[in-house]
């Protein structure tokens, strides 16, 4: 989260002397994922600074699974085996 809202951090090429072939940036402008995240109030509690991790496929699946059982009955149960609290790099 930055002065300038949500932006996104993205893999791009490590065209230094590194032996690393790929870096992680900062998107410069809001992508489609950041502005999604701006409009929703639930990430309103963050400061500046803070980084958080998104899986819109993950979210994807979850609306699906919510539909089927809102339209057939039923329960889920999803298990999330993250960390509970903020964490730096997760890239692995």
Known sequence: YTINGWREIMVGIDDTDSSYNFRLIMASDPTKASIALTKSSEFEKFKIG?????????????????????????????????????????LR
């Open 50 to 90: 803070d980084r958080i991790e998104i899986s819109p496929e993950s979210m994807k699946i979850s609306k699906q699974i919510a539909k089927h059982i809102k339209d057939n009955g039923g329960a889920s149960l999803i298990i999330d085996y993250g960390q509970d609290y903020i964490q730096g790099n997760t």
